[in-house]
């Protein structure tokens, strides 16, 4: 897994990789769609994530457009375990564990369920929706914000860019090595964020694989 060889986390490779590697029994049928993942620009990006950049700020400068850079520990807006939780349960997000791959200073930890007595805290929190037809959604919470990832669409889409949903034009990125986040406008070539008022079970439950392939 990526996280584990360079610990560096973009959004765009971390959502689709914490689904084929983290995902519970009864999603394990998505995985024989794996090979169906389009290549080209997510080929080029995994590719600068193996490889030794310069900086993180250069990284993610020459793949989008850097709008803040926020440490870790310092920031207020990190959720504990339970209020992560909680965040996502609010929003419909109840069906499956949340769960974290690293430790509040950026360590890569076994995969570990989180729980709602907690008051740890973590800088990526994972789960996992599936709508009423059927479709699986990887949610995440960095930096107190929430993404979606619709991985049905991404795995069988024929565009050279993977879609997620924001609600905003811009995405949080996780960097490991540093433990800081990176608030971005992905370039075109790069990712396409689809932006929706609010993310919960009722609009990814609405959102029509037309309304993913047209920002």
Same mark, same amino acid.
């Given at each position: 897994?990526?996280?584990?060889?360079?610990?560096?986390?973009?959004?765009?490779?971390?959502?689709?990789?914490?689904?084929?590697?983290?995902?519970?029994?009864?999603?394990?049928?998505?995985?024989?769609?794996?090979?169906?993942?389009?290549?080209?620009?997510?080929?080029?990006?995994?590719?600068?994530?193996?490889?030794?950049? *310069?900086? +993180? &700020?250069?990284?993610?400068?020459?793949?989008?457009?850097?709008?803040? !850079?926020?440490? %870790?520990? /310092?920031?207020?807006?990190?959720? *504990?375990? +339970? &209020?992560?939780?909680?965040?996502?349960?609010?929003?419909?997000?109840? !069906?499956?564990? %949340?769960? /974290?791959?690293?430790?509040?200073?950026?360590?890569?930890?076994?995969?570990?369920?989180?729980?709602?007595?907690?008051?740890?805290?973590?800088?990526?929190?994972?789960?996992?929706?599936?709508?009423?037809?059927?479709?699986?959604?990887?949610?995440?919470?960095?930096?107190?914000?929430?993404?979606?990832?619709?991985?049905?669409?991404?795995?069988?889409?024929?565009?050279?860019?993977?879609?997620?949903?924001?609600?905003?034009?811009?995405?949080?990125?996780?960097?490991?090595?540093?433990?800081?986040?990176?608030?971005?406008?992905?370039?075109?070539?790069?990712?396409?964020?689809?932006?929706?008022?609010?993310?919960?079970?009722?609009?990814?439950?609405?959102?029509?694989?037309?309304?993913?392939?047209?920002?």
């Amino acid at each position: 897994m990526i996280a584990q060889k360079s610990k560096r986390i973009l959004l765009l490779c971390c959502l689709l990789l914490a689904f084929l590697t983290g995902c519970t029994l009864s999603l394990q049928e998505y995985l024989s769609e794996a090979d169906q993942i389009p290549t080209g620009n997510y080929d080029r990006l995994q590719g600068q994530l193996n490889t030794k950049p *310069t900086s +993180a &700020e250069k990284y993610y400068e020459a793949i989008s457009k850097v709008i803040n !850079q926020v440490d %870790v520990i /310092s920031s207020d807006a990190v959720h *504990t375990e +339970a &209020e992560a939780i909680a965040f996502f349960n609010r929003r419909g997000f109840s !069906q499956y564990p %949340v769960t /974290s791959e690293f430790t509040i200073n950026g360590d890569v930890t076994a995969d570990s369920e989180m729980s709602s007595e907690s008051q740890g805290k973590h800088p990526l929190y994972t789960t996992y929706f599936l709508s009423e037809d059927g479709k699986l959604w990887t949610i995440l919470d960095m930096n107190g914000r929430i993404f979606a990832n619709p991985v049905f669409f991404n795995l069988s889409s024929t565009l050279d860019v993977q879609v997620y949903v924001s609600e905003t034009d811009s995405i949080i990125s996780y960097d490991g090595m540093e433990n800081r986040y990176y608030e971005t406008i992905p370039h075109a070539d790069t990712v396409r964020v689809k932006v929706v008022d609010r993310i919960d079970a009722e609009t990814l439950n609405g959102l029509t694989e037309e309304e993913l392939n047209n920002k």
